[in-house]
């Protein structure tokens, strides 16, 4: 079996402050977009699970990986030993804050439920909310990857809402040189209290109401990513946004055309990695 793991951005992101249990309170939106890593799954003779990864290089060691960490968790629930070589082929770069780890941790747990279901009627061994806690243990962004389309997602990551009405745009993204640790970005942000956030239902929307609290301290620490998003905004851009707790910044686009002759303008600057991608309704594992 093969699937693809999208990556995401952040078109609306408040932080709210931090909680007893030591994460902090989001107010977000989350939206997948059209560019992925690919995982494949062989089944072997009982060898348990060889994990390997093409396309990047991690110092940290194979089983804290989030592949290798989903595998565990299905295996602990389900009780079943997980005998497959699993392939992950990474596009999406590792700390720009597109969540390329949480999707693939995501996409790991559908896999293995509809590889191991009782039937094939039936949707998987585990139930979805079974699966929900699951993802929810292995990190805050992964619930959202379960089932990825248009979002809003509050507390931690674990209230999701679908927004059937979203507007689709287009996107370039740009992700500079160095990554961001997440935890490190959470160090630093700067929660704001809020109760009320808007809703974005068309273009002008986003136009007047994309936001990314972590930028408050990002762009200080940052300046760089200041000047990716002018590079976006004279490239055609009608806003841009660092995508979660960065590295990476994502212009968005109404015209086709606006965004392929952006992607080609920003590619000969050698600024980073360059990426043409665009949002998803939703989408399917397989």
């Known amino acids: 079996m093969k699937i693809q793991t999208p990556a995401k951005i952040n078109p609306l992101l408040y932080i709210l402050g931090k909680r007893e249990d030591g994460f902090h309170e989001l107010y977000m ?3 997948p977009v059209s560019l992925y890593d690919t995982l494949t799954f062989a089944e072997n003779k009982k060898q348990g699970l060889n994990f390997q990864i093409k396309g990047a290089s991690f110092s940290e060691p194979d089983e804290d990986n989030l592949v290798v960490r989903a595998v565990r968790a299905f295996e602990q629930v389900s009780r079943i030993k997980v005998n497959y070589d699993i392939l992950l082929e990474k596009k999406i770069p590792y700390g720009a804050g597109l969540g390329g780890g949480s999707g693939n941790a995501a996409g790991t747990l559908q896999a293995l439920n509809y ?16 699966l929900h806690e699951i993802a929810l243990e292995l990190g805050s962004d992964v619930p959202f990857f ?19 009405d979203y507007p689709k745009f287009h996107v370039v993204i740009i992700k500079p040189s160095f990554s961001i640790s997440t935890l490190e970005a959470y160090q630093n942000c700067i929660p704001k209290r809020q109760e009320k956030f808007p809703s974005i239902r068309s273009f002008d929307d986003l136009n007047s109401q994309m936001n990314n609290q ?8 940052y300046p ?7 590079l976006l905004l004279e490239n055609g851009a009608f806003g841009a946004l660092v995508s979660g707790s960065g590295s990476a910044v994502f212009g968005v686009y109404n015209n086709k055309d606006k965004q392929n002759q952006a992607y080609k303008d920003l590619t000969c600057l050698q600024i980073g990695e360059i990426f043409s991608c665009q949002t998803l309704v939703n989408h399917h594992y397989f």
């Open 214 to 221: 972590f930028e408050s301290s990002l762009l200080v620490q």
């Open 115 to 130: 590889i191991f279901r009782d039937s094939t009627e039936s949707a998987g061994l585990i139930s979805p909310g079974t």
């Open 146 to 164: 379960i089932k990825p389309g248009p979002t809003e997602i509050r507390g931690r990551g674990e209230k999701l809402r679908d927004l059937p």
């Open 224 to 230: 760089v990513l200041s000047k990716l998003k002018t």
């Open 29 to 31: 939106h989350m939206v």
